[in-house]
Structure formats: C-alpha cells, structure tokens
C-alpha cells in the first residue's frame, strides 16, 4: 500500500523514518571524526585550541544525533493507538541530562553550542 503525502499516515512509521535519517547522519558524522582524528595524530599537524574544540564539537553532534534516533525509536515502539506516548520511557534512550531535560519540557532553554574550555 502507497500512501500520499496527503493521507494521515501513522506517528510510529513517521518517528522511525526520522530516527532513520538521524542514524544515516550520526555514521556520517562518525565518518568524518575518524578521518578528523588520523590528521588530528600526524605530528605534522598543529591544531590550535580552536581546531581541537571544533573536534569535540563534532563529537558531540554525533552523540546527539545518535541519542535522538535513539529516542524517536522509542517513541515509536510505545506510541499508544491514540498517538500518546510515556516521554520517561523514551528518554530512557537519551544518555545525555542537557537534551533529555528539555526533551522531558523540563528546560526551555534551547540547546547552545559547547566549547570546549582547554586549560
């Protein structure tokens, strides 16, 4: 059966496609770290502490990207027929506090970009 984009079409399918996506771009991302980290070895190489930052930053996306494909999978296994869903449940899958307390609705202060500090 082929649906429109017109017709209503299931939370569950929508939320699984998405969290699809999300694991199409964590490996990408993944991807690009590994390839960062072998330039980031070569004694050739000099990073200052801005590039070494923007690494970590890349990890993090990839952290994120990974801990919400992890959440919207859950969300669509215990989606109930009347299209709610248990959050606390879904969260179990998100390691991250920052993320999980604003997915929860417990912090409305959007996600900032993090900079790692060196010392």
């Known amino acids: 059966m082929t649906l429109s984009n017109r017709e209503p079409q299931p939370?569950?399918?929508?939320?699984?496609?998405?969290?699809?996506?999300?694991?199409?771009?964590?490996?990408r991302v993944e991807r690009l770290e590994?390839?960062?980290?072998?330039?980031?070895?070569?004694?050739?190489?000099?990073?200052?502490a801005h590039s070494i930052g923007t690494l970590q930053d890349i990890d993090f996306l990839?952290?994120?990207i990974a801990a919400l494909s992890a959440y919207l999978?859950?969300?669509?296994?215990t989606a109930s027929t009347d299209g709610t869903v248990c959050v606390d449940d879904a969260l179990s899958a998100v390691?991250?506090?920052?993320?999980?307390?604003?997915?929860?609705?417990?912090?409305?202060?959007?996600a900032r970009p993090i900079h790692a500090e060196l010392f």
């Open 11 to 27: 939370l569950a399918v929508v939320n699984a496609r998405v969290a699809a996506e999300l694991r199409g771009l964590q490996d």
């Open 34 to 48: 590994d390839t960062l980290e072998v330039l980031y070895q070569n004694p050739a190489v000099k990073l200052d």
């Open 62 to 64: 990839r952290q994120s």
């Open 73 to 77: 999978e859950q969300l669509s296994v």
């Open 95 to 110: 390691p991250l506090r920052d993320m999980a307390a604003r997915l929860r609705g417990f912090d409305e202060t959007p």
